[in-house]
């Protein structure tokens, strides 16, 4: 995977915990990047004007619901943004390559390098354009300059990132020393055969849309015109890997005194069993301050009942039908209702952490009710969420309307997070 794949897949993950923060109860100006996006990466028509951000794209619903679908196909269709085998200048040395050999211009319609040289990639061609203008440019025989030194002096100056030759100067003045032009010619057709040989692919405008919907949703300056879409959102990746992680055993962030303490509700045959899992799954996700711990248990105790179920007593017949949840086929809303510490629903949200967690939750959904998986898929949504750091801050408004999409049940929650916090001294 190359450094721009492995950008994609950190782009993904972080659109998809930034856009369901987008504040506001009615579309804002982010979501209709968010939506101007997702019409991109669909390949759908730009949104008509006068029209709300998501409308047409998704079925009725609230914005929160909207964001969440939203942020779960960016997820996806980010990664599977292709690379561009063109560049802007391809044209130009395709048209520079038939002045300096007194052929026709090219047909319209036909790629650069089409019908010049024998069938291949683009970077074969591209060797093979800058060895015939390595050779072609110093075998000009006129003694004074002709309109294809200018087309040569202008080339070199826009792939140098140059500015434009002043109208007075001659070709190739300030580019090269010396005055004779034979001389300069041949500078000059070296220097292009070095430019050409390690000419770059333009990025796709995709990845440039990408970056900037992260540049706004973070409220960061625009990305400098000559830097890379991604380069300086995320770090470089390391060309050596690095040695092997030793990771030790999980610890116990919490016992069961404890998260009695937290959940006197709870039957407590089913707290010894899920504890191992919960303090599993907090060191495997780094939910592992006392804030944070707090934060998660009183949401995940909230949405389980009390720790008393892993799944929701409803029969999920009322998600039946739900496009904006994946279920699109007969008998979805029950197969795919909601299951787990923090209520996993809807096909697509199955697949997607069942993608995540290694396990085919499609084909097993009573999996996501075990134990295990019940406290695993929560980490995984926490961490999707990026909810640590809110849990840093101590936010439980957000969190709630993250985990809940409003804030059903907050007394509740807080009544959790207040033990919490007086079991763990915060």
């Excluded at 300059?145 to 100067?169: G, Y």
Aim: overall charge neutral; some cysteine; hydrophobic content about 40%.
């Amino acid at each position: 995977m190359g450094q721009v794949e492995i950008w994609r897949e950190q782009a993904a993950k972080s659109l998809a915990s930034m856009i369901p923060k987008i504040q506001g109860n009615a579309p804002t100006a982010q979501d209709g990047l968010v939506d101007d996006l997702l019409r991109v990466l669909n390949k759908l028509p730009a949104r008509p004007e006068g029209r709300q951000p998501y409308a047409g794209l998704f079925p009725s619903a609230d914005i929160f619901s909207w964001r969440n679908r939203a942020a779960s196909i960016v997820q996806t269709l980010v990664p599977k943004i292709q690379n561009l085998d063109v560049s802007s200048f391809d044209g130009a040395i395709d048209n520079l390559v038939r002045a300096t050999k007194n052929l026709p211009s090219r047909p319209a319609g036909r790629p650069p390098y089409a019908g010049l040289f024998p069938p291949a990639n683009v970077d074969t061609w591209r060797k093979q354009a800058a060895a015939s203008l390595g050779a072609s440019i110093p075998s000009i025989t006129s003694k004074s300059f002709i309109p294809n030194d200018t087309a040569i002096d202008d080339l070199i100056r826009a792939m140098s990132n140059l500015p434009l030759r002043p109208i007075l100067r001659k070709p190739y003045e300030g580019l090269f020393q010396g005055t004779d032009i034979p001389s300069l010619r041949r500078q000059a057709g070296e220097r292009l055969k070095n430019l050409v040989t390690n000419l770059q692919n333009d990025p796709n405008p995709v990845d440039v849309q990408v970056d900037n919907l992260i540049r706004t949703l973070n409220k960061l300056p625009s990305r400098p015109a000559n830097q890379a879409p991604y380069a300086g959102l995320f770090a470089a990746s390391p060309t050596v890997s690095s040695p092997p992680v030793v990771t030790p055993p999980p610890k116990a962030l919490i016992t069961q005194t404890q998260l009695t303490a937290i959940a006197p509700y709870s039957d407590p045959a089913r707290l010894a069993k899920l504890l191992p899992y919960l303090n599993a799954t907090m060191v495997e996700y780094a939910i592992n301050t006392p804030l944070r711990i707090a934060h998660f248990i009183a949401q995940t105790a909230h949405e389980s009942d009390a720790y008393n179920t892993n799944e929701e007593y409803a029969s999920g017949a009322d998600y039946e039908g739900r496009g904006d949840l994946g279920n699109v086929n007969p008998g979805d809303g029950v197969r795919f209702k909601g299951r787990g510490l923090i209520q996993v629903t809807g096909r697509a949200n199955y697949a997607e952490c069942g993608k995540a967690l290694g396990i085919d939750l499609v084909s097993n959904p009573q999996r996501l009710g075990d134990f295990d998986l019940a406290c695993r898929s929560a980490g995984w949504f926490w961490r999707k969420m990026e909810l640590n750091g809110d849990a840093d801050n101590d936010d439980i408004m957000t969190i709630t309307r993250l985990v809940n999409g409003g804030y059903n049940g907050l007394e509740d929650r807080q009544d959790y997070l207040d033990r919490a916090k007086q079991v763990f001294g915060i």
